[in-house]
T-cell receptor, first 116, second 110 residues
Framework: GAGVSQSPRYKVAKRGQDVALRCDPISGHVSLFWYQQALGQGPEFLTYFQNEAQLDKSGLPSDRFFAERPEGSVSTLKIQRTQKEDSAVYLC??????????????FGEGSRLTVL | KQEVTQIPAALSVPEGENLVLNCSFTDSAIYNLQWFRQDPGKGLTSLLLIQSSQREQTSGRLNASLDKSSGRSTLYIAASQPGDSATYLCAVDSWGKLQFGAGTQVVVTP
């Protein structure tokens, strides 16, 4: 597949709860992207890492969203005090290149978050 | 700001007909364009990548064209099959990140 696993695949949270979503790419992926896909919509960019550096976080919708990739491999997207509008599928896409996307971007299966 | 539009939002065709899916974008300064397929409840499957210097790309029954100057790409699927039923999304690489359209939901009826 995409050479990446995401967990949990499904998460149900009560409004106000904190959640953490994990993206675990196989080794050798310098870049990593997070996207959010609301129901019936195309994915929207959230944030981009090059190794452990978060170079672009312009798509994070609020300061309740936080992402990290401390060792340049596994990445975690954390959402604090979840709200109903956070319900979406969160997709991760690792990429071997740095900077420009120099080839196809392959996505993980995603983590589906439902906030009640 | 790059805007990506896919029309129609939904399409139903009988099996055997050719599918034509449209994607338009507002900023022609793209690096590449990628077409994806998404089955219900699943992630994205990459179908084709067209570099900005290319005009088309083919893979089996799939053919994608790109006209940067007019801001358009078209995905053709020949001789559609019920297994082609899915949502098809296009995405443009605009300044290092993909901008997606909302997708076209395709149903191929037997």
């Amino acid at each position: 597949g995409a050479g990446v696993s995401q967990s949990p695949r499904y998460k149900v949270a009560k409004r106000g709860q904190d959640v953490a979503l994990r993206c675990d790419p196989i080794s050798g992926h310098v870049s990593l992207f997070w996207y959010q896909q609301a129901l019936g919509q195309g994915p929207e960019f959230l944030t981009y890492f090059q190794n452990e550096a978060q170079l672009d976080k312009s798509g994070l919708p609020s300061d309740r969203f936080f992402a990290e990739r401390p060792e340049g491999s596994v990445s975690t997207l954390k959402i604090q005090r979840t709200q109903k509008e956070d319900s979406a599928v969160y997709l991760c896409a690792p990429h071997r290149g740095a900077g420009r996307i120099t080839g196809e971007l392959f996505f993980g299966e995603g983590s589906r978050l439902t906030v009640l | 700001k790059q805007e990506v539009t896919q029309i129609p939002a939904a399409l139903s065709v009988p099996e055997g007909e050719n599918l034509v899916l449209n994607c338009s974008f507002t900023d022609s300064a793209i690096y590449n364009l990628q077409w994806f397929r998404q089955d219900p409840g699943k992630g994205l499957t990459s179908l084709l990548l067209i570099q900005s210097s290319q005009r088309e790309q083919t893979s089996g029954r799939l053919n994608a064209s790109l006209d940067k100057s007019s801001g358009r790409s078209t995905l053709y699927i020949a001789a559609s099959q019920p297994g082609d039923s899915a949502t098809y999304l296009c995405a443009v690489d605009s300044w290092g990140k993909l901008q997606f359209g909302a997708g076209t939901q395709v149903v191929v009826t037997p």
